[in-house]
């Protein structure tokens, strides 16, 4: 049975954390996200901040986004 994780941050929803033999892997719900498409995190925290950052980054830079705390919402098993 796979394990499957939302990551939210503020309002939006980055993308899902699937849990395959290798750790935690992303898959992005919203383009301001699908850079971290694709990558493998040793947790779900771990992607959880990455996104975090992510939006930080981006409007720390001027472009459109939403500074704030993400929050996993729940669980697909």
């Known amino acids: 049975m796979s394990q499957a994780y939302i990551i939210e941050v503020s309002s939006y929803t980055a993308g899902l954390v699937v849990r395959d033999e290798r750790g935690f892997r992303f898959f992005s719900a919203e383009r301001a996200f699908d850079r971290l498409d694709g990558h493998r995190f040793s947790s779900v925290r771990a992607a959880d901040r990455a996104a975090n950052l992510l939006v ?3 409007s720390f830079s001027g472009d459109r986004g939403k500074s ?10």
């Not at 704030?68 to 098993?77: C, P, Y």
Request: charged fraction near 25%; charge should be positive; hydrophobic fraction near 40%.
């Open 68 to 77: 704030g705390s993400a929050a996993v919402t729940g669980s697909l098993a």
């Open 56 to 58: 930080e980054r981006r």
